[in-house]
């Protein structure tokens, strides 16, 4: 049996873990789910959006499957999903982009894994209220984080026969900072020569990825960037209801929807799973589960194929619900 922490989050985030740990169940994986809150409600209860004890149930499991958690804007506790990249040091975040079947995306060749520095940046939190008229945010760039988070998109794409790895920088502007990471970029670039390596400044990367996504294989850039662009990515394959994303540091990981949680449509049975339970996909061959994994995602693109049971946001009427037990139908049926 695996001991996994569930965080369901907010909003739409019971309604869709909920759906995974159904398939799941259907797939006949044995997990334990250590249920777990964060965010307002956990500040509500504990007096903290981040309890200790929390923590201590992600260090024991390792694993954790997070639903989307409310980050208010402007004001309120610091980003749940920024504080726990950096507890952990998850450095990496991985996203996986690939066209599916009868999803209505811009194009069908994409399949793109972006590697996102995760812990550093803009978003190491260093704003400076200089006076009323002024506030200053810093950039954090470091030759370990930056070697790091290469280091895994060359390692992936050895072990996933994948040609090339894309760095996509600013260094023509900030010449120090991802002059840095280019730097550390080359340096483990020169270790793999069978993979091709190009580099490519970030504004001409978005254009190219709108235009030619299909010349994109693996991407490492960092936290910024990788934020903007991996949400990018995800809209030329039908959005965020259809990516997973992965959290990985030294010890553990965190599988997560990529998605927020959709308070317009929250409590109304007509989120979309397929998100996170592509995550959760993930989770599963993460632990080894290769047989349900294939499974799920066969299950998965059956449904998307056949196009009767979809959620809204797809084009089509079915709740949650529906496309759950239509799910755990196809994934018996494998
Ligand atoms: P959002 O992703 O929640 O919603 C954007 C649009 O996409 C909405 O129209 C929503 O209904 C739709 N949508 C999102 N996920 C869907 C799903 N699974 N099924 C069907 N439709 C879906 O982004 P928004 O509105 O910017 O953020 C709302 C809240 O979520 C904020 O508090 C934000 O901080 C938080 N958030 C949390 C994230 C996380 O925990 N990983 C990531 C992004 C946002």
């Not at 894994?113 to 008229?133: S, W």
């Not at 960092?222 to 394959?237: F, H, Q, T």
Request: overall charge negative.
């Amino acid at each position: 049996m695996h001991s996994v922490t569930l965080i369901p989050g907010d909003g739409i985030g019971p309604e869709i873990t909920g759906a995974v740990k159904t398939v799941i169940d259907a797939a006949g994986v044995d997990i334990h789910w250590d249920e777990q809150q964060v965010g307002q409600n956990a500040l509500e209860k504990y007096g903290s959006p981040l309890p200790e004890h929390v923590i201590e149930s992600i260090k024991a499991n390792k694993v954790a499957l997070k639903g989307p958690v409310t980050t208010h804007v402007g004001k309120g506790f610091k980003s749940i999903n920024v504080t726990l990249r950096q507890t952990f040091d998850l450095y990496a975040n991985i996203r996986p982009v690939k066209t599916l079947p009868g999803i209505n995306g811009l194009f069908k060749d994409v399949d793109i894994v972006i590697f996102r520095e995760n812990t550093e940046d803009l978003y190491a939190g260093i704003e400076n209220i200089v006076d009323e008229d002024r506030v200053e945010a810093i950039k954090v760039i470091t030759r370990k984080a930056s070697r790091r988070i290469v280091e895994k998109a060359f390692e992936y794409a050895v072990l996933h026969g994948r040609k090339k790895v894309t760095a996509i920088h600013k260094a023509n502007i900030m010449k120090k900072s991802d002059g840095l990471f280019l730097e550390e970029a080359r340096k483990v670039a020169e270790k793999y020569r069978d993979i091709n390596y190009e580099e490519l400044i970030v504004d001409n990367a978005c254009m190219q990825l709108v235009q030619k996504p299909g010349k994109f294989d693996v991407i490492v850039t960092e936290n910024l960037y990788g934020d903007i662009i991996s949400d990018l990515c995800a809209g030329l394959v039908g959005g965020l209801g259809v990516v997973p994303g992965i959290n990985e540091g030294q010890e553990l990981t965190i599988f997560e929807a990529v998605h927020g949680t959709a308070p317009d449509i929250a409590g109304k049975n007509i989120a979309n799973p397929l998100a996170l339970m592509l995550s959760a996909v993930e989770m599963l061959k993460h632990f080894g589960e290769h047989t349900a994994a294939k499974a799920i995602h066969k299950a998965i693109h059956d449904l998307l194929q056949e196009g009767k049971c979809l959620t809204p946001d797809l084009g089509g009427s079915a709740t949650t619900k529906e496309m759950t037990k239509e799910l755990c139908r196809l994934v018996n049926y494998c």
